[in-house]
Structure formats: C-alpha cells, structure tokens
C-alpha cells in the first residue's frame, strides 16, 4: 500500500526485487541506480551481512511521474536469496507496491527460482497480500551464459498467470530499464484506479 504525504504531496511506493541468491537483483538496482539522472535520486544505501557477499537490501528514492498533482517516489529493495535470510525477505515484502521477480536462467538453478517463487507466495499470503491484486514483473536474468534454460520453460514453470516478463543480462543493462518500466507503469496504474 502506498504512503501517502500531503504536505509535500508525494505518494511513496515501494517496488521489491525478489528472485534466489546470486540471480542478479542487485545488479538490476545497482544499473538503474547508475543510469537515472543524480537530481531524480536518492542516495543507494547497502547494508551487507559479515557472511554473505548479498546484499541485506538497496533502497533508491526514485520520481517518475505525478498522479493528480502529487508526485511519485519509487523506492526499490532487493531481498536477500539466501535461505537463512527467510525472516528479512518477509519483513521486506510488507507494504509492497509492486514486485520483480528476477529468475536465474541457468538450468542448475532451477530449483532454486521454484523454491524462491514459492517462498515469495507463502509470504505473500502470511502477510496478506493479495498475490492476483499486486503488480508483477517477471525476469529470466542471465540469459547469456551456456546452460539456460528456454524462455518457455521458464514462462510455464514460474510464469503461468502470465504477467509481464522479460529476458536480461542485468550486468551489461540488458532488459533491465524495460523491467523497471513496465513495473514502475504497472504500479501507477493501480495508483489511478
């Protein structure tokens, strides 16, 4: 659900990238926060545990665009994929506005894409997020290394309420800006209803 602030007449939503470990759902925030002009940013905050090389969460205050004269803010999280991080990924659903699930392409991690998928819809439920009411997009990342799997494997597996999805490289930009703006679209349209 998105805040709302009339004295500075911003509406707040929050966009969660959720996906498994090492799929590629920092590197998705790191090119956006990269390539999106200083003045429409924030600052990128990272909290990294002593463990793991994945980030806790990136939070990156965006504005794209006005509903009824109020402006809107975008902030983007990362979940950590890590299976001990089920806790953190949770709290860091609630609230949210609008969700890119970033899949691992790769065939050995396949597993890993279902459980993670299924993890975000337990959640989901837990919290009392209507999954059929929420803006999705889906991205098959890494679609550049040897032992991916088809795009419609991963459509059927993942994918079979056919939201919005697209293929990526999320470390050299590929797919990553048309993500982010058919999510960013999708929220706002919810907004206007």
Not at 73 to 91: M, N
Not at 126 to 153: A, C, H, M, S, W
Not at 154 to 183: C, Q, S
Request: glycine share 6%; aromatic share 10%.
């Amino acid at each position: 659900m998105p805040l709302i602030n009339f004295a500075t007449k911003e509406i707040n939503c929050k966009i969660v990238y959720y996906g498994p470990g090492l799929s590629g759902k920092t590197a998705n925030i790191k090119w956006i926060y990269d390539h999106i002009r200083p003045e429409n940013k924030g600052e990128l905050i990272t909290l990294a545990t002593e463990t793991e090389r994945t980030l806790f969460f990136d939070f990156v205050p965006i504005e794209v665009a006005t509903v009824k004269g109020f402006k809107v803010r975008f902030h983007l999280y990362t979940t950590p994929g890590q299976i001990i991080y089920k806790i953190s990924r949770k709290l860091i659903l609630k609230g949210v506005d609008g969700i890119v699930f970033v899949a691992d392409s790769q065939e050995e991690r396949h597993d890993a894409n279902l459980d993670t998928l299924d993890d975000m819809l337990n959640n989901m439920k837990e919290l009392g997020i209507k999954f059929e009411d929420t803006p999705l997009v889906f991205q098959y990342n890494k679609r550049d290394l040897p032992n991916i799997l088809p795009v419609e494997v991963l459509r059927k597996d993942l994918n079979k309420w056919n939201y919005p999805d697209f293929e990526a490289i999320a470390i050299r930009g590929v797919g990553v800006i048309e993500t982010f703006k058919e999510i960013t679209k999708l929220v706002v349209q919810k907004l206007k209803k």
